[in-house]
């Protein structure tokens, strides 16, 4: 009997211990992705700009700009302004004070838009998503970003989302009772992109030919 003891006293120690392991790795495991967005716009100066925003907070802000070398600005969180924005701030190479304005009140995620603010240079807005692709960083990759933030946007709200990102309504290349397209340009830059509407919605983006 007492065998008997010692074997069920052993067992309902290691069963314990084996649950308390489990909770110890429930515990301390990660258990969240690295949560990512990128915030692309484009200064009247023509630098391009990418805010990073990583795991709840924006980072750093990437600079280019054709035959300049690229830059990058740290961001840290300042303060949050009365209508509950969060305020980062820093500096482009060591000179010229940086403002980064959250819009989205800190619930960013695509499509989300921020406000940069440079001396001297003045405002840009951003938008976010999931691409890392600046809006200066060739045709190809500012194509990629504009269709991966108009897919599915509703025409009108195309039309802003465009002129806040520094392009200009150039023509109608077509239009139909369903479809539509359009040509836009970046501001000071030969690149296009035909933006091609479906029954008042964006359906595709394409490098313009």
Request: with cysteine; aromatic share 8%; glycine share 12%.
């Amino acid at each position: 009997m007492a065998i008997n003891r010692m074997n069920l006293k052993g067992s309902i120690i290691a069963g314990l211990t084996g649950v308390g392991l489990c909770v110890t790795e429930a515990v301390f495991s990660p258990a969240h992705a690295t949560q990512q967005f990128f915030c692309p716009g484009r200064m009247s100066n023509g630098w391009n700009y990418t805010a990073e925003f990583v795991n709840g907070r924006f980072t750093q802000i990437r600079w280019e700009r054709s035959g300049q070398p690229p830059q990058v600005t740290t961001l840290t969180f300042s303060s949050t302004n009365t209508a509950g924005q969060p305020i980062y701030r820093g500096s482009f190479q060591a000179a010229t004070a940086i403002t980064l304005v959250d819009l989205s009140k800190g619930n960013v995620g695509v499509g989300s838009e921020i406000s940069v603010g440079a001396e001297e240079w003045g405002w840009s807005r951003g938008t976010c998503g999931t691409s890392s692709s600046s809006g200066g960083s060739g045709s190809s990759s500012s194509t990629s970003t504009v269709r991966q933030n108009l897919l599915g946007v509703e025409q009108n709200q195309a039309r802003d989302w465009l002129q806040q990102n520094n392009f200009f309504f150039v023509q109608t290349m077509e239009h139909t009772d369903a479809r539509v397209i359009e040509r836009w340009k970046l501001v000071d830059m030969s690149q296009g992109v035909d933006v091609i509407i479906v029954n008042g919605n964006v359906s595709d983006v394409v490098e313009a030919r």
